[in-house]
């Protein structure tokens, strides 16, 4: 037997308090296995053990909360019986190393999460951060890990409608690749993970075990160095075609009543399958290691319990029920095997060529993980208002910013996933948010994901505010009702009291604004230590979101639809450029305040715009973000090739004015008889409204300011992305 | 009209199809599972978009020698209409119901979205109801789309009138020879294009120019 060194200790990334912990519950020394599957149960990775403590304060209730987090993902009711079950993960650290396979599995892996409760995958999601553009790894990373998404989503015949792709030199040794999955059940055919009961047959599905992914979640629990790329063999390899099979296959069991618990097997596979089955249900769990289906010969009990091989479950079920499951995966063509029982002993017991190779109590490993109230600084935010040149060009500088990489059209992107699959997508990528109709209704889900790094990285607090205003924002202008969110918390290393300190106040950014916006956090995940070489990327705490359309056919799209309707701006317009676009694309400076949310002003405005919609009053509608209200307008252009006219706005500096990033703001287009009655209710409703000008043409005019032609515009848009992929374009480095 | 959606592992557009044969037909068709031996008797046969068998291989060759193919290629042979739509067209090809091969994208990418169409041949049944010269839009969405056949077929199938669906003028998506999306069999009773016609058969989704292709079926076949 290995005996268990300090320097193994270390390796494991354990610390030597958390070692001293693992003794003293085990009342002796871990044998090998054992200190295997404490390393990674007890990894940040899995335990959350920086982050739990903050995590408490978000809020995650509410009536339409059916399930909140510590699932595999969130449920919400949408009526008529229906629910949506969605949930945001990442896979940073595999796809640095590998971008087509760690993408690829980050997908498989998040769809799992949502196959598992039951609920048929229907849409996907990414939010992808790289670094910047002329560094030597970025082209080869974004065109890995975009046809990473695309290889498995397209196989699975999931429609991925959209997502962020963003570049920034912050992530130039740690890319984020973060990706949403929402699917869809029935309220009443929900499956969770509780192992209750004991003497009940465990159930390995899917795939075979393998020696890929071992200490998968040990490596995304550290920081990066020059040796990254070493650390590939940790990388799992991505097979859609089995995942889709074992989609069918548990869907079909899951119309049984044979299941009791189910649960993927994701990061530290059977380890934490078991461990979170066996401590959620109150039971223990047996497992027999010579039944698991492998792939190889000779693995140990150790390779087992640590593979993160790929596309494999484990279910408990009713005692009885094992022939029926057993025909409903032969005819997939999948592994099936019995490999253990529950117990009611409280304990994991791992067999193996006969022995016992390990025995833990399952709450030691799960409940009994450390949580750590690690120390923090908060940071005075980023403040004042930066200089600009005022004398520039309002039109030349539009050119630019439409061609800069965080603005420039994602059509190279969006084009490699398979988006129309389902024939439920309503609204593709493009958008605001996207529209994907719930099957054989009239209701449909909008879907987001937003965060403005730059912002957070200001101020932690104001800029996870604006994630989640933002992403409400998105919803809303669809004519969504914005139900809940998912988080997905990338930050640095946390045992930094700095990037604890952003941590410890994004989070309370995102309570504030879920709190505000009746918006709870219903399934989230964490990843921390993206840092390379002790350079932490900028806070990066991205929100998906999930809205309701209950009439799809009251939905208003960016898209101007008619010549002659007048333009109104909705919100108040004072020209905040700090961290804006502009600055950092025209003036090269990262600097000043982030725009402050006002989350009562959100609140209104959006419900303002969303009766718009609901009425039947404006099916035209944007929200302002980056690049603020000429950009915005610009985006409204562009997809029909009609122009507008606007006037002179009040205010300080045509500039700032045009290109400030204000907060709570949105651009709407309505029938020209109908705009003194918008305005006029806006006006009742408090909501500050301006007549900003008429659609038509094919140019942008600026009163004062001149005019730019639709083509110039097009043409600046669409070609910095595939001049960029393919290699014909040195950009601008950000 | 009776249909059969043929189901392979990882079909991924079976249900987009018997969708759209449902609301056109008011019929559902009739789901058939690849390891059956036998189909029952329809008027038309849908093989679906999808990743047939995960496509490792050759996109469909794999599905091309499935116990259902069998049955397909017999049935075909008698007469019965088949309908090949992307992935569908890829193992009708493999299978030898279709000349040519569908080869990667000239791009190497997958490449999803609207493309132009023009119906170049009215006289078949899948096209009756379109005009000659219409032009169209159906959503592409494959990696290896790009049409391929030696000269002389490609002669051939243009001098029998066999090509039905060109991609418009700078429509191509694929590097497809000639701007080929769509042929028919020498009985002219089997169809195979890469775009999606059951993508287009919901206003709410984008257009129905896909509805006409069902509608000549229906009005043909019942």
């Given at each position: 037997m290995t005996e268990i060194t300090p320097q193994i200790v270390r390796e494991h990334g354990l610390s030597v308090e958390e070692y001293g912990r693992i003794k003293q519950l085990l009342n002796r020394d871990p044998n090998l296995v054992e200190l295997g599957v404490f390393s990674v149960m007890w990894s940040e990775h899995c335990s959350y053990k920086s982050t739990r403590a903050h995590l408490r304060r978000l809020p995650t209730k509410a009536p339409w909360v059916l399930q909140g987090p510590g699932e595999n993902a969130g449920v919400i009711d949408i009526g008529d019986g229906d629910v949506a079950v969605f949930k945001m993960e990442s896979h940073n650290h595999p796809s640095f190393i590998e971008p087509y396979q760690g993408a690829a599995t980050g997908v498989g892996g998040i769809m799992r999460d949502v196959f598992t409760m039951g609920a048929r995958p229907v849409a996907m999601m990414n939010a992808l951060r790289f670094g910047a553009p002329d560094h030597p790894k970025t082209r080869h990373l974004v065109s890995g890990v975009v046809s990473g998404i695309g290889g498995y989503g397209n196989c699975m015949g999931v429609p991925t409608v959209g997502g962020e792709v963003n570049f920034h030199r912050s992530y130039n040794g740690n890319i984020l690749v973060n990706a949403m999955c929402v699917g869809l059940a029935r309220a009443d055919k929900i499956f969770k993970s509780a192992a209750e009961g004991a003497g009940n047959p465990v159930v390995y599905i899917g795939s075979k075990t393998g020696?890929?992914?071992?200490?998968g979640a040990t490596m995304a629990s550290a920081e990066f160095n020059e040796d990254s790329e070493e650390k590939r063999p940790t990388v799992q390899v991505g097979d859609p075609f089995t995942e889709k099979l074992l989609l069918e296959a548990c869907l079909e069991l899951m119309a049984t009543d044979a299941i009791i618990a189910i649960q993927d097997m994701g990061a530290a596979g059977l380890t934490s399958s078991s461990a979170e089955m066996g401590s959620k249900g109150g039971s223990g769990i047996e497992l027999d290691l010579d039944r698991v289906p492998q792939r190889e010969e000779n693995m140990t009990a150790y390779d087992m319990m640590l593979s993160e091989s790929q596309e494999r479950m484990l279910a408990v079920l009713k005692p009885g029920r094992e022939g029926e499951a057993e025909r409903i995966f032969k005819k997939w063509e999948l592994d099936f095997a019995v490999i253990g029982r529950t117990t009611d002993s409280g304990r994991l017991i791992v067999k193996h060529k006969g022995q016992v190779v390990a025995d833990m109590p399952v709450h030691a490993l799960s409940e009994e993980a450390p949580v750590y109230n690690r120390p923090f600084e908060r940071r005075t935010p980023a403040g004042g208002t930066p200089a600009y040149d005022r004398a520039r060009s309002v039109l030349d500088s539009l050119a630019r910013l439409m061609a800069s990489p965080d603005i420039a059209s994602r059509r190279w992107v969006w084009?490699?996933?398979?988006?129309?699959?389902?024939?439920?997508?309503v609204q593709r990528p493009g958008g605001d948010a996207a529209v994907v109709r719930v099957h054989n209704t009239d209701k449909a889900l909008a879907i987001t994901t937003d965060v403005t790094p730059r912002y957070c990285k200001a101020d932690p607090f104001e800029g996870a505010k604006q994630a989640v205003a933002e992403a409400w924002r998105n919803l809303s202008a669809v004519g969504a009702t914005p139900l809940a969110v998912t988080d997905n918390l990338n930050f640095g290393n946390p045992e930094k009291p700095e990037i604890m300190g952003e941590i410890a106040s994004a989070v309370d950014g995102i309570a504030e604004a879920c709190r505000v916006l009746d918006f709870p956090v219903v399934s989230g995940n964490c990843s921390l230590y993206n840092e390379t070489n002790r350079e932490a990327i900028l806070p990066t705490p991205a929100i998906g979101a999930v809205g309701l359309l209950k009439n799809v056919h009251r939905m208003a799209t960016i898209a101007f639809k008619r010549e002659g309707d007048a333009i109104l701006l909705i919100g108040e317009t004072k020209g905040h450029l700090g961290q804006s676009i502009y600055l950092r694309e025209i003036e090269g400076k990262e600097e000043g305040a982030a725009p402050p949310v006002d989350l009562a002003t959100e609140k209104k405005n959006g419900d303002f715009i969303r009766s718009l919609i609901e009425a039947g009053r404006a099916d035209t509608v944007h929200d302002l973000s980056d690049g603020g209200l000429l950009v915005a307008l610009a985006e409204m252009v562009l997809p029909a090739r009609i122009g507008a006219a606007i006037a002179r706005l009040a205010g300080s500096d045509a500039i700032a004015v045009l290109y400030g990033e204000d907060q709570a703001r949105y651009l709407v287009a309505v029938r020209e008889p109908d705009a003194d009655r918008v305005l006029a209710s806006a006006k009742a409703a408090g909501v500050g409204a301006t007549l900003l000008g008429r659609t038509g043409g094919d140019k942008i005019a600026i009163e004062g300011a001149g005019e730019i032609a639709i083509a110039a515009l097009a043409r600046a848009h669409e070609g910095w992305f595939p001049r960029y992929m393919g290699g014909t374009e040195l950009p601008l480095s950000n | 009209m009776k249909s059969a959606v043929v189901v392979f592992p990882a079909s991924n557009c079976d249900r987009d199809a018997a969708v759209a044969l449902e609301q056109l037909t008011g019929e559902k068709p009739h789901m058939a599972w690849h390891a059956d031996a036998e189909l029952p008797d329809v008027d038309l046969i849908v093989l679906p978009g999808g990743f047939a068998y995960?496509?490792?291989?050759?996109?469909g060759a794999m599905a091309a020698q499935s116990r259902i193919m069998r049955d397909v290629k017999k049935k075909a042979d008698e007469g019965v209409t088949v309908l090949g739509i992307c992935n569908g067209f890829q193992v009708l090809t493999e299978t030898g119901l279709l000349p040519g091969a569908l080869m990667r994208n000239a791009q190497l990418k997958f490449v999803c979205k609207p493309v132009g169409l023009e119906v170049e041949e009215t006289q078949s049944v899948f096209t009756r109801k379109y005009d000659k010269g219409q032009r169209l839009s159906f959503p592409v969405a494959h990696g290896d789309g790009n049409y391929f056949a030696d000269e002389e077929t490609l002669d051939r199938l243009e001098g029998e009138g066999r090509v039905v669906f060109r991609y418009a003028p700078g429509e191509n998506p694929n590097g497809s020879a000639r701007n080929i999306a769509g042929i028919l069999s020498e009985k002219r009773n089997v169809l195979g294009l890469m775009p999606h016609p059951e993508r287009v058969c919901d206003p709410m989704l984008g257009g129905t120019d896909g509805v006409a292709l069902f509608q000549s079926l229906i009005e043909t076949l019942s």
């Amino acid at each position: 037997m290995t005996e268990i060194t300090p320097q193994i200790v270390r390796e494991h990334g354990l610390s030597v308090e958390e070692y001293g912990r693992i003794k003293q519950l085990l009342n002796r020394d871990p044998n090998l296995v054992e200190l295997g599957v404490f390393s990674v149960m007890w990894s940040e990775h899995c335990s959350y053990k920086s982050t739990r403590a903050h995590l408490r304060r978000l809020p995650t209730k509410a009536p339409w909360v059916l399930q909140g987090p510590g699932e595999n993902a969130g449920v919400i009711d949408i009526g008529d019986g229906d629910v949506a079950v969605f949930k945001m993960e990442s896979h940073n650290h595999p796809s640095f190393i590998e971008p087509y396979q760690g993408a690829a599995t980050g997908v498989g892996g998040i769809m799992r999460d949502v196959f598992t409760m039951g609920a048929r995958p229907v849409a996907m999601m990414n939010a992808l951060r790289f670094g910047a553009p002329d560094h030597p790894k970025t082209r080869h990373l974004v065109s890995g890990v975009v046809s990473g998404i695309g290889g498995y989503g397209n196989c699975m015949g999931v429609p991925t409608v959209g997502g962020e792709v963003n570049f920034h030199r912050s992530y130039n040794g740690n890319i984020l690749v973060n990706a949403m999955c929402v699917g869809l059940a029935r309220a009443d055919k929900i499956f969770k993970s509780a192992a209750e009961g004991a003497g009940n047959p465990v159930v390995y599905i899917g795939s075979k075990t393998g020696r890929d992914g071992i200490h998968g979640a040990t490596m995304a629990s550290a920081e990066f160095n020059e040796d990254s790329e070493e650390k590939r063999p940790t990388v799992q390899v991505g097979d859609p075609f089995t995942e889709k099979l074992l989609l069918e296959a548990c869907l079909e069991l899951m119309a049984t009543d044979a299941i009791i618990a189910i649960q993927d097997m994701g990061a530290a596979g059977l380890t934490s399958s078991s461990a979170e089955m066996g401590s959620k249900g109150g039971s223990g769990i047996e497992l027999d290691l010579d039944r698991v289906p492998q792939r190889e010969e000779n693995m140990t009990a150790y390779d087992m319990m640590l593979s993160e091989s790929q596309e494999r479950m484990l279910a408990v079920l009713k005692p009885g029920r094992e022939g029926e499951a057993e025909r409903i995966f032969k005819k997939w063509e999948l592994d099936f095997a019995v490999i253990g029982r529950t117990t009611d002993s409280g304990r994991l017991i791992v067999k193996h060529k006969g022995q016992v190779v390990a025995d833990m109590p399952v709450h030691a490993l799960s409940e009994e993980a450390p949580v750590y109230n690690r120390p923090f600084e908060r940071r005075t935010p980023a403040g004042g208002t930066p200089a600009y040149d005022r004398a520039r060009s309002v039109l030349d500088s539009l050119a630019r910013l439409m061609a800069s990489p965080d603005i420039a059209s994602r059509r190279w992107v969006w084009e490699q996933y398979d988006n129309t699959v389902m024939a439920d997508t309503v609204q593709r990528p493009g958008g605001d948010a996207a529209v994907v109709r719930v099957h054989n209704t009239d209701k449909a889900l909008a879907i987001t994901t937003d965060v403005t790094p730059r912002y957070c990285k200001a101020d932690p607090f104001e800029g996870a505010k604006q994630a989640v205003a933002e992403a409400w924002r998105n919803l809303s202008a669809v004519g969504a009702t914005p139900l809940a969110v998912t988080d997905n918390l990338n930050f640095g290393n946390p045992e930094k009291p700095e990037i604890m300190g952003e941590i410890a106040s994004a989070v309370d950014g995102i309570a504030e604004a879920c709190r505000v916006l009746d918006f709870p956090v219903v399934s989230g995940n964490c990843s921390l230590y993206n840092e390379t070489n002790r350079e932490a990327i900028l806070p990066t705490p991205a929100i998906g979101a999930v809205g309701l359309l209950k009439n799809v056919h009251r939905m208003a799209t960016i898209a101007f639809k008619r010549e002659g309707d007048a333009i109104l701006l909705i919100g108040e317009t004072k020209g905040h450029l700090g961290q804006s676009i502009y600055l950092r694309e025209i003036e090269g400076k990262e600097e000043g305040a982030a725009p402050p949310v006002d989350l009562a002003t959100e609140k209104k405005n959006g419900d303002f715009i969303r009766s718009l919609i609901e009425a039947g009053r404006a099916d035209t509608v944007h929200d302002l973000s980056d690049g603020g209200l000429l950009v915005a307008l610009a985006e409204m252009v562009l997809p029909a090739r009609i122009g507008a006219a606007i006037a002179r706005l009040a205010g300080s500096d045509a500039i700032a004015v045009l290109y400030g990033e204000d907060q709570a703001r949105y651009l709407v287009a309505v029938r020209e008889p109908d705009a003194d009655r918008v305005l006029a209710s806006a006006k009742a409703a408090g909501v500050g409204a301006t007549l900003l000008g008429r659609t038509g043409g094919d140019k942008i005019a600026i009163e004062g300011a001149g005019e730019i032609a639709i083509a110039a515009l097009a043409r600046a848009h669409e070609g910095w992305f595939p001049r960029y992929m393919g290699g014909t374009e040195l950009p601008l480095s950000n | 009209m009776k249909s059969a959606v043929v189901v392979f592992p990882a079909s991924n557009c079976d249900r987009d199809a018997a969708v759209a044969l449902e609301q056109l037909t008011g019929e559902k068709p009739h789901m058939a599972w690849h390891a059956d031996a036998e189909l029952p008797d329809v008027d038309l046969i849908v093989l679906p978009g999808g990743f047939a068998y995960g496509d490792y291989l050759r996109c469909g060759a794999m599905a091309a020698q499935s116990r259902i193919m069998r049955d397909v290629k017999k049935k075909a042979d008698e007469g019965v209409t088949v309908l090949g739509i992307c992935n569908g067209f890829q193992v009708l090809t493999e299978t030898g119901l279709l000349p040519g091969a569908l080869m990667r994208n000239a791009q190497l990418k997958f490449v999803c979205k609207p493309v132009g169409l023009e119906v170049e041949e009215t006289q078949s049944v899948f096209t009756r109801k379109y005009d000659k010269g219409q032009r169209l839009s159906f959503p592409v969405a494959h990696g290896d789309g790009n049409y391929f056949a030696d000269e002389e077929t490609l002669d051939r199938l243009e001098g029998e009138g066999r090509v039905v669906f060109r991609y418009a003028p700078g429509e191509n998506p694929n590097g497809s020879a000639r701007n080929i999306a769509g042929i028919l069999s020498e009985k002219r009773n089997v169809l195979g294009l890469m775009p999606h016609p059951e993508r287009v058969c919901d206003p709410m989704l984008g257009g129905t120019d896909g509805v006409a292709l069902f509608q000549s079926l229906i009005e043909t076949l019942s």
